[in-house]
T-cell receptor, first 116, second 109 residues
Framework: SAVISQKPSRDICQRGTSLTIQCQVD?????MFWYRQQPGQSLTLIAT?????????ESGFVIDKFPISRPNLTFSTLTVSNMSPEDSSIYLC?????????????FGPGTRLTVL | GIQVEQSPPDLILQEGANSTLRCNFS?????LQWFHQNPWGQLINLFY???GTKQNGRLSATTVATERYSLLYISSSQTTDSGVYFC???????????FGDGTTLTVKP
């Protein structure tokens, strides 16, 4: 399995500001994803982070609101821009395609975001 | 996209009881996983099981791909089993997963 770390683990932000979340993996992985989990809800895929190119966004998510970078095979960032209270959620980084389990998906510990 | 339905949505058990959680999906899949989200929000991998049966201690899982369902069995439940259990499926081995709404399990001492 992969060891995935996320920074920050939690944050409280003011509306209108932006927050960048970092995801670091201890080994090279093929696929990296970003998910959102709103309070009491299931996980929803935001986008697939593509190395060296623009992320692939799911319906309902746009690059201006959730810009994503993936400069290499072990690191990605998600920015939540111009935040509103509706953005209060847990944001999770996920990876797939590790040497220990190619098809299995693993998740980071998540970033708990509260927007006031 | 694929629809994923989990049942029951909520389950309350006494410690020591057994339970079965179900995941139905609407299309053929090549990737199916069960996760446990603990009260701190961490998603823990339980099984990667696109087909067949697997066992790990008190937990086991069976996927019948041709009939588009998977079952997660928890035996002799413990309070630490409490949390939300998610089923996630994908059409391809290296594709994005769709999550069910989860089953919230509460195990009482």
């Amino acid at each position: 399995s992969a060891v995935i770390s996320q920074k920050p683990s939690r944050d409280i932000c003011q509306r209108g500001t932006s927050l960048t979340i970092q995801c670091q993996v201890d080994s090279q992985v093929t696929m990296m994803f970003w998910y959102r989990q709103q309070p009491g809800q299931s996980l929803t895929l935001i986008a697939t982070a593509n190395q060296g190119s623009e992320a692939t966004y799911e319906s309902g998510f746009v690059i201006d609101k959730f810009p994503i970078s993936r400069p290499n095979l072990t690191f990605s960032t998600l920015t939540v821009s111009n935040m509103s209270p509706e953005d209060s959620s847990i944001y999770l980084c996920s990876v797939q395609g590790t040497s220990g389990g190619y098809n299995e998906q693993f998740f980071g510990p998540g970033t708990r975001l509260t927007v006031l | 996209g694929i629809q994923v339905e989990q049942s029951p949505p909520d389950l309350i058990l006494q410690e020591g009881a057994n339970s079965t959680l179900r995941c139905n999906f609407s299309d053929s899949v090549n990737n199916l996983q069960w996760f446990h989200q603990n009260p701190w929000g961490q998603l823990i991998n339980l099984f990667y099981i696109p087909s067949g049966t697997k066992q790990n201690g008190r937990l086991s899982a069976t996927t019948v791909a041709t009939e588009r369902y998977s079952l997660l069995y928890i035996s002799s439940s413990q309070t630490t089993d409490s949390g939300v259990y998610f089923c996630a499926v994908a059409r391809t081995n290296a594709g994005k997963s769709t999550f069910g709404d989860g089953t919230t399990l509460t195990v009482k001492p």
